[in-house]
């Protein structure tokens, strides 16, 4: 079945420092590959969507790549704030599933200190 | 933009009363939405898929009889928690597709509702 993994539970960096957030997926190929941010006791945002004939996107300063044949996004946040700090889910298209719907991953919790 | 809302924030009802929670997407059509819960520290779980006019299509393990999903137009989906019990207290959110959108399948959420069963 398909699997997606966030290796971190947290990352904890410092103001101003890039990023990276990792997401890794098994045992299917999807199309796209999107992230969102979550903050505590919110619903998610969505925030960018790659797809796979992609290799990177950018968007202000996140950037994401998509790598099919490792099976792997990075997900990067340059100069980063304190005002970034949340969790990152990264999310996939479920094709097992009803139309559009997609498997998140358990999230990584960005901490940036001052 | 793309805002949907939920209501109620938060609940807090006895054990073996229903709730009911609604999601609007307040600015577009949606094509779909979606109810998911999710419990500390964990990922969203998809409870279910609703389209505007038919029956909900349920995740495997969730209760069709206990979760009552209506999709009664195109910017307003209801989950009914049906008989709660203190198991059920969780974190509910909804999300939505805008109509018409072709390619990517970027989901809308909700702020959320806490449901917690005394």
């Known amino acids: 079945s398909q699997k997606i993994e966030q290796n971190s539970e947290a990352l904890n960096i410092q103001e101003g420092k890039t990023a990276t957030l990792t997401c890794n997926y098994t045992?299917?190929?999807?199309?796209?590959l999107q992230w969102y941010r979550q903050d505590p006791g919110r619903g998610p945002v969505f925030l960018l969507l790659?797809?796979?004939?992609?290799k990177e996107k950018r968007k202000e300063r996140l950037k994401v790549t998509f790598d099919t044949t490792l099976k792997q996004s990075l997900f990067h946040i340059t100069a980063s704030q304190p005002a970034d700090s949340a969790t990152y889910l990264c999310a996939l298209p479920n094709y097992g599933g009803s139309q559009g719907n997609l498997i998140f991953g358990k999230g990584t919790k960005l901490s940036v200190k001052p | 933009g793309a805002v949907v809302s939920q209501h109620p924030s938060w609940v807090i009802c006895k054990s073996g009363t229903s709730v009911k929670i609604e999601c609007r997407s307040l600015?577009?059509?949606?094509?779909?939405m979606f109810w998911y819960r999710q419990f500390p520290k964990q990922s969203l779980m998809l409870m279910a898929t609703s389209n505007e006019g038919s029956k909900a299509t349920y995740e495997q393990g969730v209760e069709k009889d206990k979760f009552l999903i209506n999709h009664a137009s195109l910017t307003l989906s209801t989950l009914t928690v049906t008989s709660a019990h203190p198991e059920d207290s969780s974190f509910y959110i909804c999300?939505?597709?805008?109509?018409?959108?072709?390619?990517?399948?970027?989901?809308?959420f909700g702020p959320g509702t806490r449901l917690t069963v005394t």
């Open positions: 999300s939505a597709t805008k109509r018409g959108l072709a390619g990517g399948r970027e989901q809308y």
């Open positions: 045992n299917y190929s999807p199309a796209y």
């Open positions: 790659i797809r796979e004939n992609e």
């Open positions: 600015d577009f059509q949606a094509t779909t």
